[in-house]
Structure formats: structure tokens, C-alpha cells
């Protein structure tokens, strides 16, 4: 494929936190997340203001040709007038960060869910909760012993 500077590539290597510098990761670790996804780069890359992309999500990196990982093909001047970068990093890095930030409000939200307990109707969850215990706090005995 030939080279086109009016385009540039996102692979969702460069945001792994799992890989080193030497393995593919191209953003410092606070802007990188564990294990990405190609829809969570692009949702992250709209919501720094990217508009101009297309997903490609069969596409593996020539260095990792066994993980099809995706890539995220970019407008290079719709990319750096958005971010207001004026290089591919200072691009993948403002992703990056913005990436990162999602991902931390999408853990606390779920553990705040989490820590609320299942909702009132929700009969199933609800029996996962239920003890031996009675309310003298002992045992129920069965058979008469």
C-alpha cells in the first residue's frame, strides 16, 4: 500500500498499556489504557473532535500480523486542526488521554453500580443475596435437631 500523507493511520497497539515502548505502544502509559478496542479509540478520537475517519477492523499490524487488532484511518489535516497538535504523537496523545479519561468515569460508574446492589425488581440478582442466616442469627435446623 503506498504511502499517502493526507491520511494517517491509528493502530489500537499504540494504546495498549500491556505493550512497552519497544513492543508498539506509542503513548506514554497515562495516556494508554489496558487491552483497547478499535470502537473505544474511535469513540475517544470523535469526542476529542475528529470527524473525518473510517474503521478498519480486519487490518493487523505488520509487526503483530497474528492479532487483528484494527485501525483507525484518519484526515490528517481534519486530525492535527482538532487536537490542535501539530504531529501525529501530539494527535495520538490527546486521544490517548481522552481514552484513559473515559475509561477511569466508566470504572468508578461501575463500581458505584456495583457497590448500590441490584435494583429493586430485579428478582434474580436479588436471590444471589439471600443468607442461611435467620434473624436470631443462627443456622435454620432441619429435621428437628
Known amino acids: 500500500m503506498p504511502h499517502d500523507a493526507s491520511k ?3 493502530w ?9 515502548r519497544a513492543g508498539g505502544r506509542r503513548v506514554p502509559k497515562e495516556a494508554s489504557v489496558s487491552n483497547p478496542t478499535l470502537e473505544t479509540v474511535a469513540w475517544a478520537a470523535r469526542a476529542v473532535g475528529i470527524t473525518k475517519m473510517k474503521r478498519e477492523s480486519e487490518a493487523s499490524h505488520p509487526s ?3 492479532q487483528q487488532e484494527g485501525r483507525l484511518v484518519l484526515s490528517a489535516q481534519d486530525a492535527l486542526s482538532a ?19 473515559q475509561m477511569k468515569e466508566a470504572k468508578e460508574h461501575d463500581s458505584q453500580v456495583r ?4 435494583s429493586k425488581g430485579d ?13 436470631s442469627g443462627q443456622r435454620r435446623k432441619r429435621f428437628g435437631r
Not at 12 to 20: E, M, N, P, Q
Not at 86 to 98: H, L, N
Request: glycine share 8%; aromatic share 6%; charged share 30%.
Open 115 to 118: 457497590a448500590r446492589g441490584p
Open 64 to 66: 503483530r500480523p497474528h
Open 123 to 135: 428478582r434474580r440478582r436479588r436471590a444471589q443475596r439471600k443468607s442461611f442466616k435467620q434473624k
Open 12 to 20: 489500537t497497539g499504540y494504546f495498549d498499556s500491556r505493550l512497552s
Open 83 to 101: 487536537t490542535n497538535a501539530d504531529s501525529k504523537e501530539g494527535v495520538m496523545q490527546s486521544i490517548g488521554i481522552c481514552l484513559r479519561s
Open 8 to 10: 494517517m493511520n491509528l
